[in-house]
């Protein structure tokens, strides 16, 4: 069985759904790379505040913190089998978890289209009172525009229109491709198509998993 996995995939390619299922399934810890970064800020660590200086100016957090955020916490589960998504996104960044004795035993690619991403994004809404979300296609609230559980207005984020969409998008390609490449020669790439149900596509999970 596969126990140190990362996942990789464009905003709305589902990966996110699938780590949940996945470590629900396997009692994995599943590890996103902005819920590490905002427990670091929330503990007040010495990088966490390092982190928040730059965050709090609404710059980008240097990779030199980011790679030291994330390595300490890999490390700190020792044996543990996890999910990691969000991180790394770079080759640098990758390849600074190698020299730190950090490997996976498979990289899950979620390949999909940008006609399917827009599909799905642009058509979600989001509560901005209790977080709630929906979409206009696939889950739309009992009441159009009204949340279904604390009848505050839905909005579509910003992050959610289709212009940010597609420029998002592009610019993941730009960056997994090389990502790809990188781990595609340690052969422990798999590649799922994240267009197809989400029944089929976690059968295909339990498949890669279970692999020896």
Known sequence: MKTKILLLGAPGSGKGTQAKYLAGKYNFLHIAMGDILRQEVQDK??????AKSFMDKGALVPDEVVNNIVVNKLKSLERSPFILDGFPRTIPQAEFLEKNAIAFDCVIY???????VLDRMSGRLTCPKCG????????????????????????VR????????????????????????FYQKKG?????????????????????????
Not at 135 to 155: Q, R, V, W
């Open 110 to 116: 979620f390949k999909i289209s940008l006609e399917s």
């Open 45 to 50: 660590t010495p990088l966490g505040l390092e």
């Open 132 to 155: 709630a979300s929906f979409h206009i296609k696939y889950n739309p609230p009992k009441k159009e525009g009204i949340c279904d559980l604390c009848g505050g207005p839905l909005i």
């Open 158 to 181: 910003d992050d959610d229109k289709p212009e940010t969409v597609k420029r998002r998008f592009e610019t993941y390609l730009k960056q997994t491709q090389p990502l790809l490449d």
């Open 188 to 212: 422990i790439v798999f590649e799922v198509d994240a267009e197809q149900n989400i029944d089929d596509i976690q059968k295909m999970l339990i498949g890669v998993v279970d692999r020896k």
